[in-house]
């Protein structure tokens, strides 16, 4: 089969794999009909994050049930499935409470040996571990593009709005426009925000921002704390949502909050980062973030995507071949691209 590995910052390969076989009896093999292209794996194509050269990328996926080992029992060969990012036991500590991110024993598509040495999904074929809970059958009617997002992207964003208690009524910023913020855009409005106030530099994602219904609001060519102030009688927004991971957007989400407020930090934070924590304090700012649940999510986003009410439709900017994925990794990076989605 033909996979996609990373071999060194700004370089990947199309290579030719082994096919994968079920292993445990809850492993199941996956034909990957699309898979998309995600922000995690521009901080791999960069080399932020590292994993071995030759691995296999990739974690978002729509496929069909090729081969499932004697436990699998909740998809059947032949399905047409889609996955989580990543897989989790069910029976940990954690999974017992539900955080399924933070299973003791989860393991991370394409992101090599430190997440658990599971081969990406930007392939033909993907061993999928504890099938069961990793993968759903995709609902009738839903587009590949559309279920794509609902294992990881999507499920971030609904996470990014649920995780920070927005109430109906409330004003929500959403800081960094890329597909995990625009999905939070929209999560926001489902979950009866009264104003989205959307905060980036490209005005592309701008203007699906507003085709969102949301307020676009420039970060630099104007000023987001004067435009929250303005529709927040002077308060401040309800929920901050920082959708890109440093240590300036932390700051900004915490300036426009009003007291009381709640930053959401869906976006990756890697490195070590200054934060003003006195106003935190001064202000009682609740921090929510982490790793999104995304397998808790997953039956919520699934009902409201196939009652078109979530839509990330307007995301997928390019189909591409996988033997094009070093054209594709470019173009993203150069954000010539929100979502591209690959298949074989
Ligand atoms: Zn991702
Ligand atoms: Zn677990």
Redesign the pocket.
């Known amino acids: 089969m033909l996979a996609v590995t990373f071999q060194e910052p700004g370089r990947v390969a199309v290579e030719e794999r082994p096919d994968p076989e079920p292993v445990a009896p809850d492993d199941a093999v996956v034909r990957v009909d699309a898979s998309g292209i995600c922000g995690s794996d521009l901080h791999i194509f960069h080399g932020r994050v590292q994993i071995e050269p030759g691995f296999t990328i990739g974690h978002e996926f729509v496929g069909t049930v090729v081969a499932a080992g004697d436990d699998v029992t909740q998809v059947s060969v032949g399905d047409r499935v889609l996955g989580t990012f990543h897989s ?9 409470k539900g955080l ?1 991110q933070k ?4 393991r991370v598509f394409g992101h090599g040996k430190a997440l658990g040495s599971l081969q990406g999904t930007q392939a033909e074929l993907a061993l999928v571990p504890h099938a069961n809970l990793t993968l759903r059958r995709v609902p009738e009617g839903l587009s590949n593009d559309v279920a794509l997002f609902a294992g990881d992207v999507m499920g971030t964003g609904y996470h990014a709005i649920v995780n920070a208690g927005l109430q109906p009524g409330d004003t929500c910023a959403v800081i960094g426009l890329g597909p995990v913020g625009l999905c939070a855009v929209m999560s926001a409005a489902v979950a009866g925000a009264a104003r989205v106030i959307a905060i980036d530099t490209v005005p592309e994602r701008l203007e699906v921002a507003r085709s969102l219904g949301a307020q676009p609001v420039h970060a630099t060519e104007e000023d987001p704390r004067a435009a929250v102030k303005e529709a927040t009688e002077g308060r401040g927004v309800d929920v901050a949502v920082d959708a890109v991971g440093n240590a300036a957007v932390v700051d900004l989400g915490v300036r426009l909050l009003r007291k009381a407020g709640t930053l959401s930090m869906v976006g990756v934070h890697a490195e070590r980062a200054e934060v003003h924590m006195g106003l935190i304090w001064f202000k009682n700012i609740t921090v929510a973030g982490g790793h999104a649940n995304v397998m808790g999510h997953l039956d919520a986003v699934l009902s409201l995507m196939g009652a078109g009410r979530l839509d990330p439709t307007p995301l997928v900017t390019h189909h591409m071949k996988l033997s094009e994925a070093q054209d594709a990794y470019d173009a993203y990076a150069s954000h010539q691209a929100l979502k591209i989605v690959l298949s074989a």
């Open positions: 989790a036991c069910g029976h940990c500590f954690f999974c017992r399924f299973c003791d024993e989860a």
